[in-house]
Structure formats: structure tokens, C-alpha cells
């Protein structure tokens, strides 16, 4: 069993940057592979970034890619989603995700673990 908390979520003008942070509990983090996905309203959640137990590859959605950047500190049970250059139709909830696997899936249904939601507001 996984919980995930993520932080780090608030208003940013359109430009602007933050870095989301998700701890997750026990002391197996470093066997899950680890995703971001995000949900704006009416849309379907969608993956925006995932990342293998060790880090050694990751994915990022054709959107996106550039501007964020996702990582991970097993010492930590910590990954993060740096997120730049920010723009409106980045508005939506950021959700972190584990995947029971050393190894990502781009597909949600995949992974087995969600945090609540961090909500992510971009002004334009």
C-alpha cells in the first residue's frame, strides 16, 4: 500500500514556473515507476509525465515537452514535476500516481496508487 500527497500546486501568472512535490509513504518507493497526470474540467485526465524507478527514462507528453520536468529522490520517497514557462491551458488539477512495476506506463489505467489532487491555476 502507497499514499500520495501532493503539494505545491497555486496561482501563477502565465510565464511563470512552479515545481509540484508528491511524498509517498512505506519504504518501497523506489519499486514503483511514478506519474503525473492532470485533469482540466470537462477533459479526461491525461499523463503529462512518468518516470522509472530509477530514473533512468522518462516521458513526457508531445505537448509538453521542454517546459516540464519530472524527477524522482528514492532517499526522499519524493518525485516532482518542475513546471515552466506556464500558460492558461495549463489550468487543471495535478495528480501523482504509483505504478506497481519498475517501469512506466503511459496508459492511467496502469497505475495502481493517486494522490488527491493539487489544484494548478494559471493567469493569463
Known amino acids: 500500500q502507497v499514499q500520495l500527497v501532493e503539494s505545491g500546486g497555486g496561482l501563477v501568472q502565465a510565464g511563470g514556473s512552479l515545481r509540484l512535490s508528491c511524498a509517498a509513504s512505506?519504504?518501497?518507493?523506489?519499486?514503483?515507476?511514478m506519474g503525473w497526470f492532470r485533469q482540466a474540467p470537462g477533459k479526461e485526465r491525461e499523463l503529462v509525465a512518468a518516470?522509472?524507478?530509477?530514473?533512468?527514462?522518462?516521458y513526457y507528453a508531445d505537448s509538453l515537452k521542454g517546459r516540464f520536468t519530472i524527477s524522482r529522490d528514492n532517499a526522499k520517497n519524493t518525485v516532482y514535476l518542475q513546471m515552466n514557462s506556464l500558460k492558461p491551458e495549463d489550468t487543471a488539477v495535478y495528480y501523482c500516481?504509483?505504478?506497481?512495476?519498475?517501469?512506466?506506463?503511459?496508459?492511467?489505467?496502469?497505475?495502481?496508487?493517486w494522490g488527491q489532487g493539487t489544484q494548478v491555476t494559471v493567469s493569463s
Open positions: 500516481a504509483a505504478r506497481s512495476s519498475y517501469f512506466y506506463s503511459t496508459q492511467r489505467d496502469d497505475y495502481d496508487y
Open positions: 518516470i522509472n524507478w530509477n530514473s533512468a527514462r522518462t
Open positions: 512505506g519504504r518501497t518507493f523506489s519499486s514503483y515507476a
